[in-house]
């Protein structure tokens, strides 16, 4: 679609358009250089607000993206919704010309629709919300069965490069009752330290509740500087933002 555009490379209809933005092609200025679509980061909002415009008009898009305020939980909400900006993690819908977006710089996210392109999602998952559970509750809400739909993994930390410590470890351990799948997803670095696979994790997660469709995982925002955004990396930086919507 566009040179600042990641698309889903996913069978999904072809009304059915996803992908995930990369960090060129903006006007915010160091360090948010300089496709950053984020009011939340400390950007000049006039910047932004340009970029989601020029957002708009590059993917042509029906109409504003449905912005969230992300709190790294596992709520779930239908669109349209009457919230202006609902504090949610996942937006779900089965009408035509509504955008699903959430925003990232290293967590994951996830694209989500089922084989007749009935409905589409978006997901924000950071360890926290993975964890808890923020893709079952969405697959939950869809109204089809998981076995049809199609998952697109959008770009985030990388499982060469994500360590995390003991707090992480345990939640996964204890969440997943210390299961071989759950343990597979780390790799031991130093004492109290591991390495985390969120993609793996997420494929376990999508196969444990009969989603076998999934497609994409495989760049590293982390690593991929001149691509991608990326908070652990920078600290102060800009947000991407993964799309998805039913074109009429």
Sequence with gaps: MTTNWLEADWPAPDFIKAGTTIRHGGVSTTPYTSFNLATHVGDELAAVNQNRATLSRRLSLPCEPHWLEQIHSTTVVLLPNEDVIPKADAVYTSETNIVCAVMTADCLPLLITDEQGSCVAAIH?????????????????????????????????????????????????????????????????AEQHWLLDMYYMARVRLNNIGVSQIYGGTRCTFSEKEQFFSYRRDGATGRMASLIWISN
């Design 125 to 189: 998952a950071g360890w926290r919300g993975l964890c808890d559970g923020v893709i079952e509750s969405t697959i939950k809400k869809l109204p089809v069965e998981p076995e049809s739909l199609l998952v697109w993994l959008g770009p985030a930390i990388g499982p060469d490069v994500y360590e995390v410590g003991k707090e992480v470890y345990d939640a996964f351990q204890l969440a997943d009752h210390d299961s071989d799948a759950s343990q597979q997803a780390f790799t031991p670095t």
